[in-house]
C-alpha cells in the first residue's frame, strides 16, 4: 500500500516563505509524476506546480517566479518551497503522485498567509 504524507503547512505573514513536503512510502516500483495541488475555500482544485520523470518541471501562472517544486528520488520526497507569500495563496495544499500506474493524494496540509 501507498502513501503519501504531507507537511511544512502553517500559518505565515505576506512576503513570507514556506516549505511543504510531500514523502511516498510503500511498495513503490515506479513515480512518474509528482506535483502540487491547492484548493482554496468554495474553488476548485487547481494544479500550482508539478515534476515529471524525466525532470521537467511546470507552474501555475500565479506562482511562477516565487514557488520552485523539487525532488529527492532517494527518498521518494517532493518539496514545495513557496517564497513571497501573498494571501490569496492561502489554501490546503496537496500532494499527488502517479506511483506503480496508479494515481494517489495526501491528506493535505493548511497554508494561511496573513497580511
Known amino acids: 500500500q501507498v502513501q503519501l504524507v504531507e507537511s511544512g503547512g502553517g500559518l505565515v505573514q505576506a512576503g513570507g516563505s514556506l516549505r511543504l513536503s510531500c514523502a511516498a512510502s510503500?511498495?513503490?516500483?515506479?513515480?512518474?509524476?509528482m506535483g502540487w495541488y491547492r484548493q482554496a475555500p468554495g474553488t476548485q482544485r487547481e494544479s500550482v506546480a508539478r515534476?515529471?520523470?524525466?525532470?521537467?518541471?511546470d507552474y501555475a501562472d500565479s506562482v511562477k517566479g516565487r514557488f520552485t517544486a523539487s525532488r529527492d528520488n532517494a527518498e521518494n520526497t517532493v518539496y514545495l518551497q513557496m517564497n513571497g507569500l501573498k494571501t490569496e495563496d492561502t489554501a490546503v495544499y496537496y500532494c499527488?503522485?502517479?506511483?506503480?500506474?496508479?494515481?494517489?493524494w495526501g491528506q493535505g496540509t493548511q497554508v494561511t498567509v496573513s497580511s
Open positions: 515534476i515529471f520523470s524525466g525532470g521537467n518541471t
Open positions: 499527488r503522485a502517479i506511483i506503480n500506474s496508479a494515481s494517489y
Open positions: 510503500g511498495s513503490i516500483s515506479s513515480i512518474n509524476y
